[in-house]
């Protein structure tokens, strides 16, 4: 069954650091999402990506995010320059559809210390 | 900003019985709901969805029931079983960008 993967699992990095995190969505999905969920707390939306262009962003996705679709197959999501409130569990999403069921990745966990 | 609220943070009910997870939404123009399942560091693995246009949907042991004008769905899963225990959230929709708002979750533990 086809899924969404995401890579690290775990991210540890320091401070002020750049990260990337990673994501290979459905083959055949045209929506791309990443959530995040920290500890404790619901799962939040952070940006929609359709037709290699931002569709939709939430107030959490200021200047330090961006994301990107590299090649026909990856997604990534990069913070210029973490923070310790960005710790979180950063979750990838695609689905066929801008209204339709959006199917997660495993996850990454990022902790910046 | 709580456009979609699950108030009970948790839920405990007796294999075999029926498990009610609800969900309330204040947004009127949501309209798609889903529910999805999560583990302890696992991403959200969907259930089941609900547009609303329609009051019921039901798949297996899983029926999800939509009130419009109480702006309330609820997720009844009969019979419930141990591997059932995860976190429940409800998640709503309302534009093309297929961007969802996620309640606050519920925890199930269902006992043998």
């Known amino acids: 069954e086809p899924e969404v993967t995401q890579t690290p699992s775990h991210q540890v990095t320091q401070m002020g650091q750049e990260v990337i995190l990673r994501c290979v969505p459905i083959?055949?999905?045209?929506?791309f999402y990443w959530y995040r969920q920290i500890l404790g707390q619901k799962v939040e939306f952070l940006v929609s990506f359709y037709n290699n262009e931002i569709s939709e962003k939430s107030e959490i996705f200021d200047d330090q995010f961006s994301v990107e679709r590299p090649d026909g197959s990856n997604f990534t999501l990069k913070i210029r320059s973490t923070k310790l409130e960005d710790s979180a569990m950063y979750f990838c999403?695609?689905?066929?559809?801008?209204?339709?069921?959006?199917?997660f990745g495993q996850g990454t966990r990022l902790t910046v210390v | 900003d709580q456009q979609v609220k699950q108030n009970s943070p948790s839920l405990s009910v007796q294999e075999g019985r029926i498990s009610i997870l609800n969900c309330d939404y204040t947004?009127?123009?949501?309209?798609?709901f889903l529910w999805y399942k999560k583990y302890p560091a696992e991403g959200p693995t969907f259930l089941i969805s609900?547009?609303?246009?329609?009051d019921k949907n039901e798949d297996g042991r899983f029926t999800v029931f939509l009130n419009k004008s109480a702006k309330h769905l609820s997720l009844h899963i009969v019979p419930s079983q141990p591997g059932d225990s995860a976190v429940y959230f409800c998640?709503?929709?309302?534009?093309?960008?297929?961007?969802?708002?996620f309640g606050q979750g519920t925890t199930l533990q269902v006992k043998p």
């Open positions: 999403a695609s689905s066929e559809s801008g209204h339709g069921v959006a199917f």
């Open positions: 947004n009127s123009m949501f309209d798609y």
């Open positions: 083959s055949n999905h045209l929506y």
């Open positions: 998640a709503a929709s309302g534009d093309n960008t297929g961007k969802l708002i």
């Open positions: 609900i547009s609303s246009i329609k």
